[in-house]
C-alpha cells in the first residue's frame, strides 16, 4: 500500500522553474519506482519521468528532457520533479505515481498507486 500527495504546483510565466514534491507514506517507499505523469484539459494522461527505487536510473519524455529533473530523497520518502525553461504546453495537472513492478515505465496502466495531482500554469 501506498499513499502519495503531490505539492509544489502553481502559476508560473514561460521561462520559469517550478520544483514539484510527492510525499510518499508507506513502510515500503524506498521499493518502488516513482513516476510523474500530467495531463492537459481534453488530453490523455501522459508520461514525463520516472526514477528506479534506488535512483540509479531516470527516464525522461522527449518532451521534457533536459528541461524536467526528477529526484528522490527515500530518509524522507519523497520524490521531486525540477522543470526548468518552462514553456505553455507544459500546463497540466501533474500526478505522481509509484509502483513496485513496471515493464514500462511510461505506461500508465502499469502504476498501482496515484496522487490527486497538482496544476501547474505555465503562461504566454
Known amino acids: 500500500q501506498a499513499q502519495l500527495v503531490e505539492s509544489g504546483g502553481g502559476w508560473v510565466q514561460a521561462g520559469g522553474a517550478l520544483r514539484l514534491s510527492c510525499a510518499g507514506f508507506g513502510r515500503t517507499f524506498s521499493s518502488y519506482t516513482m513516476g510523474w505523469f500530467r495531463q492537459a484539459p481534453g488530453e490523455e494522461r501522459e508520461f514525463a519521468a520516472a526514477i528506479s527505487w534506488s535512483g540509479g536510473t531516470t527516464r525522461y519524455a522527449d518532451s521534457v528532457k533536459g528541461r524536467f529533473t526528477i529526484s528522490r530523497d527515500n530518509a524522507k520518502n519523497t520524490v521531486y520533479l525540477q522543470m526548468n525553461s518552462l514553456k505553455p504546453e507544459d500546463t497540466a495537472v501533474y500526478y505522481c505515481?509509484?509502483?513496485?513492478?513496471?515493464?514500462?515505465?511510461?505506461?500508465?496502466?502499469?502504476?498501482?498507486?496515484w496522487g490527486q495531482g497538482t496544476q501547474v500554469t505555465v503562461s504566454s
Open positions: 505515481a509509484a509502483t513496485q513492478r513496471a515493464e514500462n515505465w511510461r505506461s500508465t496502466k502499469e502504476y498501482d498507486y
